[in-house]
């Protein structure tokens, strides 16, 4: 079975292989879980000895007194192998949680706009849960389970090979029943799974947006959709749980039936004096004891079963591959200066024929190039490449002459500082939001980047001040107060390369005024690639590359382009550049 459609089977050797790290510790417990076998094993058969000494008149003070002792070490044993596998188990758990969520940042943007938000995070949460159950449930109770079957099967037959056939018989006929219902509810439960990840889905797209629903009055119709939408679920769940529901009853009617045939099968040996009253009593202790672990297993199967899709899941996820990630011997960039060089760069997004076409453009260090153009024209494509958030198809980027496809990514994004037009603030503290700048920034430095960027006195004036949480991307703010701690965290990190994507375009023009002449000395000695729809922001840039369908189509400053009476002249002339209100 391929990868993209995986097997239980498969599935959950790669579970267990999660449990990598730790495997020396599940050792120990398997074999404590072996011995808890055993003893469960030997309780039934020193009770049928008992129950003969007592029929005979023998003393039983000595198989009593071994009985005691064997259970005694058993609980304890017992005991050890539950806390042990919680602890092992949670562990493992929160380890494949970082790992998933390490994975899951690393994404493209792409994946999370294909996905949705809601689902990663129903994959990542619904998929460790899985893990957990299963990892727990191996280490208390399944391998102790299949090591009673085992152990089970010679010991019976050496008491009864005709009573041990009908315990047989009983294992075989839950074998055939989970085996058919597993078949019948396969394609369900993976229906079922998807229904579950468009409910996830459906809650974190309107959470997000949760003003547009409340200001456009959606409550009522948004509340409709998602009953439709959880009534969906329950209608492809409910055949799945029909058959899980008739299995239990199946499996239970076999159990009864067996339990009744082992003593009807001894009641008529013990007439005959072919087996004492002892091991009667040993077989339905042997009986019950395969019936629970018959049951323990059906439970497991059905618990892997249902969860199969969960994982299948869980692991796309971890085996998704970023779109961009560090060569073999990448290097850091090491110190900038801030010279940056496109060569030729071509780049098309997947199954289209947007993107950018044979860039050609150089910025020297302290130079301004301001990109611009109709929406759709590449300019932001242009600059995630700087950043390889993508790789181009062809050509080259170079900062300081080194091709930024042989560094670290790490390296390259610390020399790069980005204003996007939204801000893309955490809902924590507003101290912490300008650290993500730069981690260890003294307080004198964040009130520093914070006044560069007229945000300080704001700041000051919330309960808290830079203690302040903002609430998710920043709800508890403006919009010019977003975008203004957008600014001073660019300002902290004191990158020599900064990307201007419509920094100001959420300010007022006083506001505006302030922060443009912050820029400009921000800007002496790095190389700023500007994306702006206003012209003062542009008027005064060292070069203006006009872009029209992913192609640069004009280039030169301000007024040179005005004269040419081209694309931007146009754009000047329509308003597509306007003076700040």
Do not use: C
Request: aromatic share 6%.
């Amino acid at each position: 079975m391929s990868r993209s459609d995986p097997s239980a089977l498969w599935l959950y050797r790669r579970s267990l292989a999660l449990l990598g790290p730790d495997r020396g510790r599940a050792a120990l417990v398997a074999l404590a879980g072996v011995a808890v076998a055993m003893v469960q094993l030997a309780e039934p058969v020193l009770f049928g000895r008992v129950v003969d000494a007592l029929s005979e008149g023998r003393g039983a003070f000595g198989t009593i007194a071994l009985w005691a002792a064997l259970s005694l070490a058993g609980l304890a044993t017992g005991v050890a192998v539950a806390v042990s596998a919680d602890r092992l188990a949670h562990r493992r758990r929160l380890s494949a949680l970082a790992l998933a969520f390490e994975r899951a940042i690393t994404l493209p943007v792409g994946y999370h706009a294909e996905k949705g938000s809601g689902a990663v995070v129903r994959t990542i949460l619904a998929g460790t849960s899985a893990l957990f159950g299963q990892w727990l449930g191996v280490l208390r109770e399944q391998l102790t389970a299949l090591a009673g079957i085992v152990l089970l099967v010679p010991t019976a037959i050496a008491v009864d090979a005709r009573m041990a056939s009908v315990l047989a018989v009983l294992a075989l006929v839950y074998l055939v029943l989970n085996t058919l219902v597993i078949r019948r509810t396969r394609e369900g439960q993976r229906a079922v799974e998807r229904y579950h990840s468009g409910v996830f889905g459906r809650v974190g797209d309107v959470l997000g947006n949760v003003s547009v629903v409340q200001s456009f009055g959606r409550l009522a119709a948004e509340t409709a959709a998602m009953r439709d939408v959880m009534a969906d679920l329950l209608a492809a769940q409910y055949p799945v749980l029909t058959w899980w529901g008739l299995l239990t009853v199946l499996t239970r009617a076999a159990s009864t039936i067996a339990m009744v045939a082992v003593l009807a099968i001894g009641a008529l040996l013990a007439e005959r004096g072919e087996v004492t009253v002892g091991e009667i009593v040993s077989f339905v202790a042997f009986a019950n004891l395969l019936i629970a672990k018959l049951d323990q297993l059906s439970r497991f199967a059905a618990g892997l079963f249902r969860q199969a899709p969960v994982l299948a899941s869980f692991f796309e996820l971890l085996d998704a591959r970023p779109e961009v990630a560090d060569r073999p011997g990448a290097r850091p960039l090491g110190p900038v200066k801030g010279a940056v060089r496109y060569e030729g760069v071509s780049y098309r997004f997947p199954g289209t024929d947007q993107g950018i076409l044979d860039l050609d453009f150089a910025a020297e260090p302290g130079r301004t190039v301001a990109l611009v153009g109709p929406t759709g024209a590449g300019k932001t494509t242009a600059l995630a490449l700087l950043q390889r958030m993508r790789d181009p198809d062809a050509g080259r980027i170079s900062i300081d002459g080194t091709d930024i496809a042989t560094v670290t990514l790490t390296s390259l994004r610390a020399a790069v500082a980005v204003v996007f037009q939204e801000a893309g603030l955490f809902n924590r503290s507003i101290a912490d939001n300008l650290r993500v700048g730069r981690p260890d920034a003294t307080d004198a430095e964040l009130e520093r980047a914070a006044r560069l960027a007229e945000a300080h006195d704001f700041v000051m004036a919330k309960p808290g001040g830079y203690a302040f949480v903002i609430g998710e991307r920043g709800a508890s703010l403006s919009g010019g107060e977003r975008q203004r701690l957008a600014i001073a965290r660019a300002i902290l990190k004191d990158a020599p390369v900064l990307i201007l994507d419509e920094a100001t375009s959420a300010l007022d023009a006083e506001t505006e005024a302030r922060i443009k002449r912050a820029l400009d000395r921000l800007r002496q000695g790095r190389t700023t690639f500007i994306i702006a729809h206003r012209l003062s922001t542009v008027a005064d840039a060292d070069l203006i590359l006009v872009m029209d369908r992913g192609r640069i189509v004009e280039r030169g400053g301000f007024r040179e382009l005005v004269a040419q009476g081209g694309l931007f002249a146009r754009l000047v002339a329509e308003g597509g550049f306007t003076e700040p209100t």
